[in-house]
């Protein structure tokens, strides 16, 4: 099955030879220049931001924080082992739907309560997606008027899968999940709404 | 004529505010083409965290030279994807610097000339797009890489069918119209 929409479906039968003629250019030239990126990622957007302003962040600035970073996260998930606090409580789930390109694929998604630090704990649960080759893998991703705009996380398939994933975002910035190959113009192959 | 065309005074002024300082006008032309010059990065790089980085030092190098553009020269559109495109072929050639091993047979990557025409193309194509009103826009790129049928993109929408056809017919012929004025 071709990734590509059908030329025809998307146009219709009722165009002058012209009329075909132009759809039919301007249908080559997107097909030859690859997906867009979709979403303009956040770090890029403050990356940009950056530029111009004033220069804080020197490297042995950026060096002590990330040092500082990881000691803090060591010490606290210390803390978390040794309590053995690991229990996660799910407060809604929801169900996946396939598209043609996966009919018989099938997910659910498990949200946990938003942890103090941002993060949303999910659980992925996968029935029916064929197992990749080699490098290859899942991903699923939160979406923004059809268009990639956050992950979160990657994952493999091996009959029925069972997945810990995280989100660092405000949910409400987004308007559906999405699973697809970790590949460019990936068809997306389960979707749902949040 | 570039595609920006329609538009190639205001993105001339909006360089020459940059070339001033003019954060404002750095964001706004930031705004204006952060997704063909990332579109192109990633074709051209197929890795998002290189494209995202090289499109980063687009943009810082955009902020360091605009004083150097001059309208009399060419296009404000032609000079970003000059300064894109250097940004991208840097990135690229620090991974082949990176790689150890030199690979038995011929590599069946695209040639030089055929990256250059590949990178203008997805420039001028997603510069395009980016002038479509978001109706439409958002039926294209769903029908042509997201791999959705147009009845799936219409119960995505929650839209009728009849309106995603509408949209995506309309808009192809609004991006022919952009994309003639790009023909050299």
């Known amino acids: ?194 | 004529m570039p595609v920006a065309m329609a538009t190639a005074e205001s993105d001339s002024r909006l360089i020459e505010r940059v070339g001033r300082g003019d954060r404002d006008a750095f964001e706004q032309l930031y705004r204006r083409f952060a997704r063909p010059v990332l579109a192109m990065a990633v074709r051209q790089l197929g890795d998002h965290g290189r494209a995202e980085d090289a499109a980063q030092e687009t943009f810082a190098a955009v902020w360091r030279s605009a004083r150097s553009y001059r309208s009399e020269r060419g296009s404000a559109s032609a000079w970003l994807y000059a300064v894109a495109r250097h940004a991208i072929i840097d990135r690229a050639r620090q991974r082949r610097e990176q790689a150890a091993e030199i690979p038995d047979e011929a590599s069946a990557d695209a040639g030089p000339d055929q990256r250059a025409e590949e990178s203008w193309l997805t420039w001028r194509v997603h510069a395009a797009l980016e002038q479509l009103p978001e109706r439409e826009r958002a039926v294209i790129e769903l029908a042509y890489w997201s791999g959705l049928s147009q009845a799936e993109i219409a119960s995505y929408l929650d839209v009728p069918l009849g309106t995603v056809k509408t949209r995506t017919r309309t808009g192809l012929a609004r991006l022919s119209g952009l994309l003639d004025e790009v023909r050299e």
């Open chain 1, 1 to 194: 099955m071709s990734d590509q929409p059908d030329f025809r479906e998307l146009v219709g039968e009722e165009l002058t030879p012209e009329e075909e003629l132009e759809l039919a250019r301007v249908d080559a030239m997107l097909r030859a220049a690859g997906p867009p990126p979709a979403e303009i990622p956040g770090s890029l957007t403050r990356a940009v931001e950056r530029i111009g302003a004033p220069r804080i962040w020197t490297r042995r600035r950026v060096v002590l924080a990330v040092a500082l970073a990881a000691a803090l996260a060591a010490v606290f998930f210390g803390i978390g082992r040794w309590t053995g606090n690991d229990s996660t409580h799910y407060r809604a789930a929801v169900q996946m739907q396939p598209t043609g390109r996966s009919p018989n694929a099938s997910a659910l998604i498990k949200l946990g309560e938003r942890e103090p630090s941002g993060n949303w704990k999910l659980e992925l649960q996968v029935d029916g997606l064929p197992p990749l080759s080699g490098d290859h893998y899942y991903v699923l991703w939160l979406a923004k008027d059809g268009k990639y705009a956050a992950t979160c996380g990657s994952f493999k398939v091996q009959g029925h899968t069972v997945v810990d994933m995280n989100a660092s975002y405000r949910l409400s910035d987004y308007d559906a999940w999405v699973i697809s190959e970790a590949r460019a113009n990936a068809p997306w192959l389960l979707t749902a709404r949040i």
